[in-house]
Nanobody, 122 residues
Framework: QVQLVESGGGLVQPGGSLRLSCAAS????????MAWYRRDPGKQRELVAS???????NYADSVKGRFTISRDTAKNTVYLQMNSLKSEDTAVYYC????????????????WGQGTQVTVSS
C-alpha cells in the first residue's frame, strides 16, 4: 500500500505564505502525477495544481501566479508553495498521487492524503 502524509497547514493572515508538503511511502514502482486538491465546506473539491513525473505543471486559474507546485522525485515528495494568500484559499488541502505499483506497465492507482487545514484570516 501507499501512504501519503501531508504537513504544513495552519492559520495565516491574508497576504501571507504557507508551504505544504506531502510525502509518499510504501512499496511501489513509480509515482506518475502528483497533485493538490482543496475542499471548502459546502463546495466541490477543486484541483489546485498538478505536476507530472517530468515536471510539467498545471494550475487552477484562481491560484496562477500565487501558488507553485514542485516535487522531489527522489524523496517521493510534492510541495505547494502558497503566496499572497486570500480568505477564499481557506480549505482542507489534499494531496493526490497516481502510482504504478509493480512496474511501468502497471495500471495507475490513485491515493489520497488525509488532508491538512489551511485557514486564511485576520
Amino acid at each position: 500500500q501507499v501512504q501519503l502524509v501531508e504537513s504544513g497547514g495552519g492559520l495565516v493572515q491574508p497576504g501571507g505564505s504557507l508551504r505544504l508538503s506531502c510525502a509518499a511511502s510504501g512499496r511501489f514502482f513509480r509515482i506518475d502525477n502528483m497533485a493538490w486538491y482543496r475542499r471548502d465546506p459546502g463546495k466541490q473539491r477543486e484541483l489546485v495544481a498538478s505536476i507530472t513525473f517530468g515536471g510539467i505543471t498545471n494550475y487552477a486559474d484562481s491560484v496562477k501566479g500565487r501558488f507553485t507546485i514542485s516535487r522531489d522525485t527522489a524523496k517521493n515528495t510534492v510541495y505547494l508553495q502558497m503566496n499572497s494568500l486570500k480568505s477564499e484559499d481557506t480549505a482542507v488541502y489534499y494531496c493526490y498521487a497516481a502510482v504504478r505499483i509493480g512496474s511501468s506497465f502497471s495500471t495507475q492507482s490513485g491515493y489520497w492524503g488525509q488532508g491538512t487545514q489551511v485557514t486564511v484570516s485576520s
